[in-house]
């Protein structure tokens, strides 16, 4: 017996890093037929042109941007730099689509507050009060009836899960969070810029955006609905010499020195099919996620100390964007939430 | 309806970087069922703990390398340097077991010649009758029938794969031939020496071995096979700073310059699923194939020379070890070739 | 006019990637003949053959550790493993030769701190009085007349001279401090463990050491003494897949939170060599240090909060090791201190 | 006593991997006071904000390619795309200044070949009689007496010098002569385009320019010459995942098997400052060269066969460009021929 493949998925930029990943999971995925694929500058192009790793696999050739193919898929995932989903949602919702926007154009809430990150109005601010943030561990349930999902960030998607547990206690110092993070460099996507050159980043390592990144009010918005408060985080992106793979080092004072954080974590995950509450001790290493949907945590304790140190990584393309993407669709299609997300990540 | 688990195999060396693909690619394999991974210096510790990525998706600890279980298996796989599968094989076959050897023992079917090579005297040359080479694209018939196994080195497939269809059109100077050939340092396997090391490597390249290659008397046996007379190789590996990958740039002069080589190779290999020639101009990348089990070729003829550059990429793990290694399972079970190999390589 | 070569200087641990790094700067080094280099497994061996970018640039044989050449010399270092100076320092010494010790036997004055984090004890603990601390930033005058420097270790490098300026001024809350340091994996020496090959750290990342790293007393060591008082550090290492290069993120909470910090910085090291205080809005990458002995910092005070996060980064073999022993042997022997260490970092 | 800086020396590109190079050197080089260095899109800013690594060593900042300085300068480097050498040299040679081109403008010296590949007419054929090629270890003593160099291409340099000996000697089949070499990303240069992102190239290998590439004219040019009869050359570059380093692996074919070829490089070679001919047995790597002007070679006849296989490795920053630029500005301004030019490799 063979599953239908009854849902016909449309991606909005198949040539990005976000968009590559995608296809990579769905050509896979037994319940998704690809319908369209478009690129702005490749139209016409046979995928596995531009994509290599797929020659074999798929005989789709990209579609423009404003395909008319789109408009008859039941999910529509957009993998675009922001600005783009916000002009063609509305039309793709109103022809009966859902979509997920794996880029930023939903995730906040606040147009006002989006238009201060983005530099641009909002053009379509009467759609955020129906968009559910996509993170399952969440919002589970929201996304189960969504129409319009906002697939969460790669370091917000970590940061944040390395906090819930500690938020929900209501045992953290709100005003003290910090989160240093470090991202492999296919978080950038695929940008023709000299500083993301190969010589620019091999062997070489740096924080950037200090002053202020754009994921930093995505995750003050999450983690203050979590927490029910108001929350301030210091966040420090940082690039690492690597393509994939994202770590959160997350830093919080706990009012109790001696609570047991690592239960926390452990109930607090437990039956979650993508988090991994590690071991007492254990340093998860990115690899360890490499092309897997799973975000590994470690929950380190300050001996004697009010401190607590998470560890949190993610496949940035993978847990951070793609299969989160698809753990999604997943749940708005009432399919089972790790269908076609199996893969066990690639060590070494 | 799911596929019955009726395979039962067994890994002997579960831990080096060969051992560990397969457990990658056998626990999400729909037709097997894995009921003993050993590890000499690891019995007793779960699976999981050695092997992070392996979190959540078996409950299985090592066991020693004579571990009573193997003998009930259907299907043993040796993971192990040279010499350990030779003293267990003979028993392993006696109790009915089909063996697929991933390392050394059983390539070379001259046992004086293996000597020579591997310093040590074979000790079941009764057995190199018996034994089919593993490379399902010549010996795909043997391999169904053969109860023993010898899956080819990482080299030899990539560079026998791309002078296949030379040999066989016999027009290539069996003299003359050069496999100048590249892997990433996986290739190398797991061994704690100093010249393995992150900061030896990293950023820097080199080639080894230039007066003598262990793969190089496996090479000239195969394709002195296929040619029907001997074949003398010059063979230069090269160590790349990658993990996976193996790229062999072979060279090979032609008796008529103008021949259509590009024909040669796409006839041979129509229907082939895991060769892929690409179109004439190609170069193939070696992450185009990381962690997939294809092997990729593109044959360029020199214009107006007598000379045909046939370039050829491989995951060294997959294809190059255990991908190849459960595609012969599938062959000597009966199952699809494919099963359990679908993967598309990780892009980027 | 050329420089008499006037300075002896012997190297106890030549093979180890500290002491290849001595070598590198001591054999270009305008005042300084190499008289004793010692390698335990190698002597004997010409240094060029152990590392053959000296190929060419000196004659020099390995000699054993014990060698009487040592005795002779006006300035012994030791690049060596902990254990191995201090049984052989107080001989040293007596002889005549001063000593910089790159290792950590005399890193810390408490010699039962020492003990419980290098579980021995220590064999020479008279000697701890007299010791001067090597970050010549702090301790220049001291180490002037020292006979025997401990050489800093490479985090406590980047670390402390990130915090220097807001504890002299004082107004940093010291229970507080947050360092969050990355290092290539040539900080973590020549060894060979499998944990440190190649396959296991490229492209990926992690922490390690988060419940207790050897640098974190000996950085809260000197920060205690520059401060006046106790000061309680969380120090999270990470291994960032790059060779050279270390970058510490440092977290600081201050009493006033507007106060222009970067002019503390930028007057507490004018005039320092080897100390670059970086423009406003800087972020430093660790290529821009690689080779050179220089410790380049960016000061972020984040607008309308208390906080001030502090980028430092060095290149571990040098400004934490090699560079910084060199530049202490200069002040030792009344040289100019940048003698020998005008080498422009390579970029790319 | 201070060494006079009495060579006035410009740059024209001083913002690509050349240029920034080319500074590297220069602004420790005694002998030279760099007094113009040009950039087309960065004129008027500090040339050490947009080269971080030269922070405190320069008070110069870029002026345009056509400032008036570039005319009083006693030599001017060209390390542009080609093109715009051409259209500037003839007034500066007018002028009185040398000049010494890093691109590929005066490498051919057949105006037609030059069009065939770079798809343009040449502009100032009348130069080409007198260009030098400015490999010293060919053409020493034509350098020192020229005025405009050619610098040579960084893979002519590393295939030619692997192959004078044999040639000289007239005893390589000069049909069927091979090179596969090897380039680290730099090589590229530091042009924006997608392909050459960390996260296209990192982890991965390929060829590319099969079908041609513009340095085997050039090439074949030179080896031509010095055989004294045109040469054949299949040419093979390939792209590895790291910044700097060049190896070629060249294919000789010989009349007699059993010459000593070892002899005929060490002999060749003796007294050469910069071409290192390692004992028999050899594999020399590239990073034993990284930042040095050092060309490292080893020689391998393989036995019993009519065949020689040489590894040549430089870093094709240094002695593929910037070094031999300034090892022939020494031998135009008859200063010692390794000034500023002895920088060891950094290892690791």
């Known amino acids: 017996m063979t599953i239908r493949k009854q849902i016909r998925a449309g991606i909005v930029g198949g040539t990005g890093y976000t968009g590559a990943e995608l296809l990579r999971l769905l050509v896979r995925h037994p319940a998704v037929e690809l319908t369209a694929v478009t690129s702005r500058s490749r139209a016409g192009m046979p995928l596995e042109e531009a994509l290599p790793n797929l020659r074999g696999t798929t005989g789709l050739a990209f579609v423009p941007h404003d395909a008319p193919a789109l408009r008859d898929c039941d999910v529509v995932f957009f993998a675009t730099p922001h600005g783009t989903a916000m002009s063609a949602v509305p039309g ?205 945590i470690a929950v380190h304790p300050l001996p004697g100390r009010d401190r607590v140190v998470v560890l949190s990584v993610i496949d940035n393309l993978v847990k951070g964007a793609a299969g989160q993407a698809v753990q999604n669709m997943n749940l708005m299609f009432a399919l089972e939430e790790a269908t076609g997300l199996e893969q066990i990540a690639m060590l070494p």
């Open 92 to 296: 793709l919702l109103e022809a009966g689509a859902k979509v997920i926007d794996l880029g930023a154009d939903f995730r906040l809430t606040d147009a006002d507050l989006w238009q201060r990150w983005y530099g641009a109005p909002h053009t379509c601010p009467e759609l955020l009060d129906q968009v559910v943030y996509g993170l399952p561990e969440v919002n589970r349930d929201a996304i189960r009836d969504a129409a319009l999902v906002a697939n969460p960030g790669c370091y917000p998607t970590a940061v944040v899960l390395g906090l819930v547990p500690l938020l929900e206690q209501g045992r953290a110092d709100l005003r003290g969070l910090i989160a240093d993070a470090k991202s492999g460099a296919s978080g950038a996507g695929r940008k023709a810029v000299e500083g993301l050159l190969y010589s620019e980043l091999s062997d070489s390592f740096k924080a950037y955006g200090v002053a202020g990144h754009r994921h930093l009010p995505e995750i003050e918005q999450v983690l203050g609905r979590v927490a029910g408060r108001p929350v301030a985080l210091t966040f420090v992106p940082h690039l690492v010499p690597m393509v994939r793979g994202l770590h959160a080092t997350v830093y919080a004072t706990l009012a109790a020195p001696d609570a047991d954080v690592q239960a926390w974590f452990e109930q607090r995950y437990a039956g979650e099919p993508f988090v991994d509450v590690m071991p007492p001790g254990s340093h998860p290493e990115t690899r360890a996620v490499k092309g897997s949907n799973t975000c590994r």
